[in-house]
């Protein structure tokens, strides 16, 4: 994909079908469903997911949310990448690093508003540091659990859909600029998880 533009046209088409995770994620199912990396369009990420396992089957499901945040993560990078302040990693297979924002390398990740967490979005967005905590501890606990420096871009949705901002890619580019148009390492949250620290910091992305 070339533009912003054939990313957001792509991830639109996802927004028809049910987001239903049938489990939580975890190494075995992600092992299953790693051709999603393969799929450059929708279309074809929707017809193979069909072929292997039916539709409406809990990995069919499994498979297009995979595709749908791999694509929707790609453009945001790409987003990142086009700052003159970011210089992108340029080993694409890091596990750690997806760029460098004034020389700090950070691993970035899009995440929904979660549902198991009880904070009130206002005070959160006065003050991060409880639900950064809960992100580090509770996400990506499986291949890509680390404890480093990491972005998180938060996507909350009055209505509860979050996860159809992640094909808002217009919305998600003017958070994103305007935080690294303004940003100082200040702005980053200290996270502790048991011996290991890491920089954090929160772009909010809201609609109402």
């Known amino acids: ?12 088409k996802r927004l028809d079908i049910p987001y239903i995770w049938p489990s939580r994620q975890n190494d075995t199912d992600d092992q299953t469903t790693d051709f999603i990396y393969r799929c450059a369009s929708f279309d074809q990420a929707h017809a193979e997911a069909v072929r292997r396992f039916g539709t409406g089957a809990s990995r069919y499901y499994y498979a297009l949310n995979r595709w749908y945040n791999f694509t929707s993560a790609r453009a945001v990078e790409a987003i990142f990448a086009r700052h003159p302040r970011v210089i992108a990693e340029r080993d694409t297979y890091h596990k750690l690093v997806d ?63 979050h996860w159809k901002l992640k094909a808002d890619l217009g919305l998600l580019a003017t958070r994103i600029e305007e935080y690294l148009d303004a940003f100082t390492p200040d702005d980053l949250t200290t996270i502790t998880i048991g011996e290991r620290t890491a920089q954090a910091g929160v772009i909010w992305a809201t609609e109402y």
């Open 1 to 12: 994909m070339s533009s912003l533009f054939t990313y957001q046209r792509e991830l639109r």
């Open 99 to 161: 760029f460098r924002l004034d020389g700090i390398p950070f691993d970035h990740k899009t995440t929904v508003w979660p549902k198991a967490w009880k904070g009130d979005l206002d005070a959160c967005m006065q003050s991060p540091q409880p639900l950064l905590t809960w992100l580090y501890a509770n996400q990506s606990r499986e291949r890509r659990h680390h404890v480093c420096n990491r972005l998180f871009l938060v996507l909350y949705r009055e209505d509860g859909a």
